[in-house]
């Protein structure tokens, strides 16, 4: 997957460190992490001049087991709250740096 980015290297240190992935030795205008160095699928970000207006088509959403705690450890790691404009919701909304929106998802039932 493809993620455009205005400085690919801050997210793409940030989705490694967050999903405990391996960085690649990639060209210098791209930044890929994978969960093994020969293993996909991976994250590739890349430059991308343009400033974002609109929500992602396309966001990577965590279950964990414990909500709260793994919300605490990404905004730890740099995430902020974000607004997607949904009202109450049984999940929290955070977004990266430069704006890209993710889910906390709650554990499922049992």
């Known amino acids: 997957m493809v993620v455009d ?5 801050a997210p793409g240190r940030r989705w490694a460190e967050t999903l405990g992935r391996v960085v690649l030795d990639d060209p210098p205008d791209e930044y890929g992490i994978r969960p093994e160095r020969n293993r996909l699928p991976g994250l590739v970000f890349v430059p991308m001049p343009d400033e974002r207006t609109v929500q992602n088509r ?4 965590f279950r964990p ?3 709260a705690a793994e919300a605490a450890r990404l905004l730890a790691l740099g ?6 404009g949904r009202g109450e919701q049984p999940w929290r909304v955070l977004a990266g740096p430069e704006g890209n929106e993710f889910c906390v998802l709650s554990s499922h039932p049992a």
Request: net charge negative.
């Open 65 to 67: 087991d414990d909500q």
């Open 5 to 9: 980015a205005a400085d690919p290297v």
């Open 79 to 84: 995430a902020r709250p974000a607004d997607v």
């Open 58 to 61: 396309l966001r990577l959403d």
